[in-house]
């Protein structure tokens, strides 16, 4: 009787597996037939790509079954492609989005020997030696991660090498840059090592696999550790529905291979703390931190330009600190998220920012009125430090900014703003047209550089940073507003490098005294952290709540079937906000299953899972 195998195709619509028979010239072809394999099968008509899910599927009722029309190539392995559906039950998705993600790009028939590239075993050229909290964060319990705070200009190859001695390792980091200058440091000391998700036929031999965010779904393991530096960043979650996040991707993915998870970077997120505490243990018990001396040098100085002490009248975007900063003959990026218009308002007479007296959440300035943005609530546009009535808006972004600094300074400035920002200025100038440069065309000595916050990705490094409103980041309408905030901090870090080396970020403000921004100048964002875990406990927000945003024409349907359903009790259903439902729980896995079980009705349909911007 000839073999039959059951597949996944690769049609996100239809989410489900076929039988098809294995013709004997196929099932002893070149690419041999396993879970995961890669393979071409006929459905209604047309040759369409799919993954054998199966060896083995029951045999189906009075249907004549078809042939598999091709084996193409080698896919994902099986401990993968379970997991692949346990990612789609996380996130709201189809298993086919995440296999996509975790096949190779090319045709793949065979994989190297585990012993080419360098070396796999236990003989690896790295120092045995390693700080005492290094080895305390690789001896944790390996039944959750171990969170580890180290400083933003550390070195991160003491925990690297260290790792590599125990077996397996798999480095999850947020930029392409990052990734190759450590795949090539490992190379260097001799280490089999694979770049993912670039070289997949690799990853499944080499010692160490490195990557950015499908660097998750590479085709290795067992792993005996996981790591993922910089956890915090954005860089790790999927924009598109299924918005996964490649951190709990590889969380879960340690916690099925009994490997030891590290979770890494300067500020530990409120994620990261969930995954990693115990039942009933505190917050602090599950960090290990760098010593204090290195977590500190690691760090540049960070210094608060407090834009209520300038003069009102001296102008809305540049205060005296920044002013001199400019002045100087050296290297400064000036970071500015805006190129249109903010409502956003501080005193004429003191220079206070205007916010709510009951949530500190700054008010819109519309007319000669004050709005809350959250609950609506109006008042009249009176200072409540001074008692003026006269207001200023802080509305000029990088184009303005840029032609104002570029006469302050007396010197050239180079704008570099993202894609969508860049549209938004294709009516300026062709002389500013010319100066709005890509990566490519950076200056070769000192400069003067605006944009977005794209400028921290495509300048190599500064002598400073200089943030022009950062109010804007730390007020913005989201509950991840700060951290995200900090964020930018860390990446400023990166560029312009340690103290030591007379690194520097300068940061223009109103909300001097706000905790994220101590954090940073001290170095030390642990009493934050943990205020911002209480916050969020407290407002039942993530991570103490699972949310999800529903939009799209057929979100209607879609939430009044999720009311009806099963979990519709242990749900609280919001909006709609400009089309855009928010369905929340406490418990997540009440969440993740009323998603999974409500039908998917027909039409364009969006549901995001732990949304970034919520």
Same mark, same amino acid.
């Given at each position: 009787?000839?073999?039959?195998?059951?597949?996944?195709?690769?049609?996100?619509?239809?989410?489900?597996?076929?039988?098809?028979?294995?013709?004997?010239?196929?099932?002893?072809?070149?690419?041999?037939?396993?879970?995961?394999?890669?393979?071409l099968?006929?459905?209604?008509?047309?040759?369409?790509?799919?993954?054998?899910?199966?060896?083995?599927?029951?045999?189906?009722?009075?249907?004549?079954?078809?042939?598999?029309?091709?084996?193409?190539?080698?896919?994902?392995?099986?401990?993968?492609?379970?997991?692949?559906?346990?990612?789609?039950?996380?996130?709201?998705?189809?298993?086919? &989005?995440?296999?996509?993600?975790?096949?190779?790009?090319?045709v793949?028939?065979?994989?190297?020997?585990?012993?080419?590239?360098?070396?796999?075993?236990?003989?690896?050229?790295?120092?045995?030696?390693a700080?005492?909290?290094?080895?305390?964060?690789?001896?944790?319990?390996?039944?959750?991660?171990?969170?580890?705070?180290?400083?933003?200009?550390?070195?991160?190859?003491p925990?690297?090498?260290?790792?590599?001695?125990?077996?397996?390792?798999?480095?999850?980091?947020?930029t392409?840059?990052?990734?190759?200058?450590?795949?090539?440091?490992?190379?260097?000391?001799?280490?089999?090592?694979?770049?993912?998700?670039?070289?997949?036929?690799?990853?499944?031999?080499?010692?160490?696999?490195?990557?950015?965010?499908?660097?998750?779904?590479?085709?290795?393991?067992?792993?005996r550790?996981?790591?993922?530096?910089?956890?915090?960043?954005?860089?790790?979650?999927?924009?598109?529905?299924?918005?996964?996040?490649?951190?709990?991707?590889?969380?879960?993915?340690?916690?099925?291979?009994?490997?030891?998870?590290?979770?890494?970077?300067?500020?530990?997120?409120?994620?990261?703390?969930?995954?990693?505490?115990?039942?009933?243990a505190?917050?602090?018990?599950?960090?290990?931190?760098?010593?204090r001396?290195?977590?500190?040098?690691?760090?540049?100085?960070?210094?608060?330009?407090?834009?209520?002490?300038?003069?009102?009248?001296?102008?809305?975007?540049?205060?005296?600190?920044?002013?001199g900063?400019?002045?100087?003959?050296?290297t400064?990026?000036?970071?500015?998220?805006?190129?249109?218009?903010?409502?956003?308002?501080?005193?004429?007479?003191?220079?206070?920012?205007?916010?709510?007296?009951h949530?500190?959440?700054?008010?819109?300035?519309?007319?000669?009125?004050?709005?809350?943005?959250?609950?609506?609530?109006?008042?009249?546009?009176?200072?409540?430090?001074?008692?003026?009535?006269r207001?200023?808006?802080?509305?000029?972004?990088v184009?303005?900014?840029?032609?104002?600094?570029?006469?302050?300074?007396?010197?050239?400035?180079?704008?570099?703003?993202?894609?969508?920002?860049?549209?938004?200025?294709s009516t300026?100038?062709?002389?500013h047209?010319?100066?709005?440069?890509?990566?490519?065309?950076?200056?070769?000595?000192?400069?003067?550089?605006?944009?977005?916050?794209?400028?921290?990705?495509?300048?190599?490094?500064?002598?400073?940073?200089?943030?022009?409103?950062?109010?804007?980041?730390?007020?913005?309408?989201?509950?991840?507003?700060?951290?995200?905030?900090?964020a930018?901090?860390?990446?400023?870090?990166?560029?312009?490098?340690?103290?030591?080396?007379?690194?520097?970020?300068?940061?223009?403000?109103?909300?001097?005294?706000?905790?994220?921004?101590?954090?940073?100048?001290?170095?030390?964002?642990?009493?934050?952290?943990?205020?911002?875990?209480?916050?969020?406990?407290?407002?039942?927000?993530?991570p103490?709540?699972?949310?999800?945003?529903?939009?799209?024409?057929?979100?209607?349907?879609?939430?009044?079937?999720?009311?009806?359903?099963?979990?519709?009790?242990?749900?609280?259903?919001?909006?709609?906000?400009?089309g855009?439902?928010?369905?929340?729980?406490?418990?997540?896995?009440?969440?993740? &299953?009323?998603?999974?079980?409500?039908?998917?009705?027909?039409?364009?349909?969006?549901?995001?899972?732990?949304?970034?911007?919520?």
């Amino acid at each position: 009787m000839q073999q039959m195998v059951q597949v996944l195709v690769d049609e996100p619509a239809i989410d489900r597996e076929f039988t098809y028979l294995l013709p004997p010239e196929l099932a002893s072809g070149r690419v041999p037939i396993n879970v995961g394999t890669v393979v071409l099968v006929p459905l209604q008509g047309r040759s369409i790509r799919g993954w054998v899910t199966d060896l083995d599927p029951p045999t189906p009722g009075d249907v004549e079954l078809l042939p598999i029309s091709r084996v193409m190539s080698l896919g994902p392995p099986p401990h993968v492609v379970e997991l692949a559906s346990w990612a789609a039950w996380r996130w709201a998705g189809t298993r086919a &989005h995440f296999l996509r993600t975790a096949s190779a790009d090319r045709v793949v028939s065979g994989l190297p020997s585990h012993s080419s590239g360098g070396h796999r075993g236990a003989q690896i050229s790295v120092s045995a030696d390693a700080p005492a909290w290094v080895a305390a964060a690789l001896a944790s319990d390996n039944k959750t991660p171990a969170v580890v705070r180290m400083g933003p200009c550390a070195d991160e190859w003491p925990l690297v090498a260290a790792a590599l001695r125990r077996g397996p390792l798999l480095v999850l980091v947020p930029t392409v840059a990052w990734a190759a200058r450590l795949a090539g440091r490992l190379r260097q000391a001799g280490i089999s090592t694979a770049l993912a998700p670039r070289d997949w036929a690799g990853a499944a031999a080499a010692h160490a696999v490195v990557g950015t965010r499908a660097a998750a779904w590479a085709p290795c393991g067992p792993l005996r550790t996981v790591i993922v530096f910089d956890e915090h960043d954005e860089a790790y979650q999927e924009e598109a529905s299924p918005t996964w996040n490649a951190r709990d991707a590889a969380v879960e993915r340690a916690r099925r291979d009994g490997a030891q998870c590290l979770l890494v970077g300067p500020m530990p997120s409120p994620d990261s703390l969930a995954h990693a505490r115990q039942p009933g243990a505190p917050a602090a018990s599950t960090l290990i931190t760098a010593p204090r001396p290195s977590e500190l040098e690691a760090w540049p100085r960070v210094q608060i330009a407090d834009r209520r002490r300038d003069d009102p009248t001296a102008g809305e975007w540049c205060g005296e600190t920044l002013a001199g900063l400019l002045r100087t003959d050296s290297t400064v990026v000036c970071v500015l998220n805006r190129t249109g218009r903010a409502r956003l308002a501080y005193c004429a007479s003191c220079g206070e920012l205007a916010c709510s007296e009951h949530t500190g959440r700054p008010l819109r300035l519309e007319k000669q009125q004050f709005v809350d943005p959250g609950s609506g609530e109006k008042r009249p546009a009176v200072c409540e430090s001074c008692g003026a009535i006269r207001f200023r808006r802080a509305r000029v972004g990088v184009k303005g900014v840029a032609e104002e600094m570029e006469r302050l300074a007396r010197r050239p400035v180079i704008q570099i703003v993202g894609e969508s920002a860049a549209a938004a200025d294709s009516t300026a100038d062709s002389t500013h047209r010319r100066r709005r440069a890509p990566s490519s065309q950076l200056a070769d000595g000192p400069a003067l550089y605006i944009g977005t916050e794209a400028v921290l990705h495509r300048v190599p490094s500064a002598d400073a940073v200089a943030f022009v409103d950062f109010d804007q980041e730390l007020t913005a309408p989201r509950y991840r507003a700060a951290e995200e905030a900090f964020a930018l901090l860390v990446r400023a870090a990166r560029l312009v490098g340690p103290r030591t080396g007379g690194g520097r970020i300068v940061v223009q403000t109103r909300l001097p005294a706000h905790p994220a921004l101590l954090a940073a100048v001290e170095a030390d964002p642990g009493d934050w952290i943990r205020a911002e875990v209480e916050r969020r406990s407290q407002m039942h927000q993530p991570p103490a709540a699972a949310w999800a945003l529903v939009s799209g024409a057929a979100a209607s349907t879609y939430i009044d079937l999720l009311s009806a359903g099963d979990h519709a009790g242990e749900l609280d259903i919001a909006g709609p906000a400009e089309g855009t439902w928010r369905v929340g729980s406490d418990d997540q896995d009440v969440l993740l &299953h009323a998603l999974a079980a409500a039908e998917r009705p027909s039409g364009r349909l969006r549901v995001a899972v732990d949304p970034l911007r919520a």
